[in-house]
Nanobody, 123 residues
Framework: VQLQASGGGLVQAGGSLRLSCVDS????????MGWFRRAPGKEREFVAA????????YYDDSVKGRFTISRDNAKNTMYLQMDSLKSEDTAIYYC?????????????????WGQGTLVTVSS
């Protein structure tokens, strides 16, 4: 596994967390990247994606206006700033490389998945 996600933890509703995804093998060079999450008992779902240069991004409606995706290619790292967290944001968060068309939200269009980091939001 070459993508390493970190930064998860326990936070109260309304709080913030910043997730990081480090690419130790330069897997995402030149490619868009994305964040997904899997809540207990649910399927993995799309959260956000950012293009290679970091100047274009898109989000799932459930996090729009609260989460911000970014990347620092000099550090081989992608971020997810999560603000105004809600209990329904509780999930394991994964980072991955986008291989499909820009704008896709399908799990099958991403690969090189990291191991995930757990975010728990208490109400």
């Amino acid at each position: 596994v070459q993508l390493q996600a970190s930064g998860g933890g326990l936070v109260q509703a309304g709080g913030s967390l910043r997730l990081s995804c480090v690419d130790s093998g330069r897997t995402f060079r030149g490619r868009p990247m994305g964040w997904f999450r899997r809540a207990p008992g649910k399927e993995r779902e799309f959260v956000a994606a950012v293009n290679w240069t970091g100047n274009n991004r898109y989000y799932d409606d459930s996090v729009k206006g609260r989460f911000t995706i970014s990347r620092d290619n000099a550090k081989n790292t992608m971020y997810l700033q999560m603000d105004s967290l809600k209990s329904e944001d509780t999930a394991i968060y994964y980072c991955a490389v986008q291989r499909g068309r820009w704008g896709t939200k399908f799990v099958a269009d991403y690969d090189s998945w990291g191991q995930g980091t757990l975010v728990t939001v208490s109400s």
